[in-house]
């Protein structure tokens, strides 16, 4: 048995910068990097193609806006701004730790988040209260290229933690994305049905 744990609004709350972009420019221009004047728009333009269910990196978007106004900027300092303009103000959910405790004590427990930053999944799981060492798996959908609820996202978190599908239960907060683990095999809990007090006795129940 195995347990992966959607991160934002599951185990943790965060709060998102009220304007991406501007954060993400400031960010920029404190690395040096000159931030073009229509940066909005920039930001605001899909530049580069993906397919259903692939997750972009935010850092490739980036760049590819900056590139098209003539900017090229490397990798990591792209990187290293977009951790600072998304830097993470964390707020541990009450029962997330018992959740997690409880998860690793019947199996192999993961994260499992949607997150087009690289990096900040892990930040996020760092700067909580929750103990980093006690998940055998992390990985956002930046990582491995796909975002819940596609099948692939819950495989790679299944293979990571060296379970079949069908031995893995699901804990997220969004029927619509960590709801796809029903159809990928999968079992999952929906915080709208189950509260995070009582995912505990809940996992008791499917083992």
């Known amino acids: 048995m195995a347990v992966s744990f959607d991160l934002f609004g599951t185990l943790v709350e965060v709060t998102p910068p009220d304007d991406p972009a501007r954060a993400v420019a400031t960010a920029l221009t404190e690395r040096g990097v000159s931030v073009p004047g229509d940066w909005e728009v920039v930001y605001a333009t899909h530049h580069i193609e993906t397919p259903p269910g692939a997750e972009l990196s935010l850092v490739e978007h980036v760049e590819a806006g900056l590139e098209s106004r003539g900017r090229e900027i490397s ?110 095999g999968a079992t999952a809990i929906l915080l709208d049905d189950v509260p995070l007090r009582d995912v505990v006795t809940e996992l008791e129940r499917s083992q």
């Open 75 to 184: 990798h990591a300092v792209v990187r290293a701004a977009l951790l600072d303009a998304f830097e993470p103000t964390v707020r541990t959910r009450p029962g997330a730790r018992t959740a997690v405790s409880a998860a690793a004590n019947r199996g192999s427990v993961g994260v499992l988040s949607n997150c087009s930053v690289p990096g900040l999944v892990q930040r996020t799981l760092v700067r909580s209260a929750l103990d980093f060492e006690a998940f055998d798996a992390v990985v956002s959908s930046v990582d491995c290229g796909r975002r819940k609820p596609d099948e692939r996202a819950f495989r790679e978190i299944a293979e990571r933690l060296g379970v079949p599908l069908s031995e893995l239960t699901h804990v997220g907060d969004d029927s619509e994305t960590d709801g796809g683990a029903t159809e990928a």
